[in-house]
């Protein structure tokens, strides 16, 4: 059974939007910090942005800072990845990933091996 499973993505234009969500299950998922990572053909995998345990701090890499919005609904077990504004840069393949969320409420990882459960990701492509 997945515990992250990713939707939403798909083929947009330069400059479109996307809503990308994760829905999470099997376990108390507001106490774990999110995060969205992307990986483009033939490149690492990088941060995207995260968010903390109640949704009060998130965190954005500069590539997507101004374009990209991370939120939570812990009621629903979902994460949303709002990305507007795309550029063929954006193009990859998105997945979201939980990390515990230890003593600091702000903690928001950045590194994927701070990361335990990843869902399978979606592939967003970004045309021009």
């Known amino acids: 059974q997945e515990l992250l499973a990713e939707s939403g993505g798909g083929l947009v234009q330069t400059g479109g939007s996307l809503r990308l969500s994760c829905a999470a299950s099997g376990r108390t998922w507001s106490n774990y910090a999110m995060g969205w990572f992307r990986q483009a053909p033939g490149k690492e995998r990088e941060f995207v942005g995260g968010i903390n345990w109640n949704g009060a701090k998130t965190f954005y890499a500069d590539p997507v800072k101004g374009r990209f919005t991370i939120s939570r609904d812990n009621a629903k077990n979902l994460v949303y990845l709002q990305m507007d504004n795309l550029k063929s840069e954006d193009t990859g393949l998105y997945s979201c990933?939980?990390?515990?969320?230890?003593?600091?409420?702000?903690?928001?990882?950045?590194?994927?091996?701070?990361?335990?459960?990843w869902g399978k990701g979606t592939q967003v492509t970004v045309s021009s």
């Open positions: 990933a939980a990390a515990r969320q230890y003593g600091n409420p702000d903690y928001i990882p950045i590194n994927s091996y701070d990361y335990i459960y």
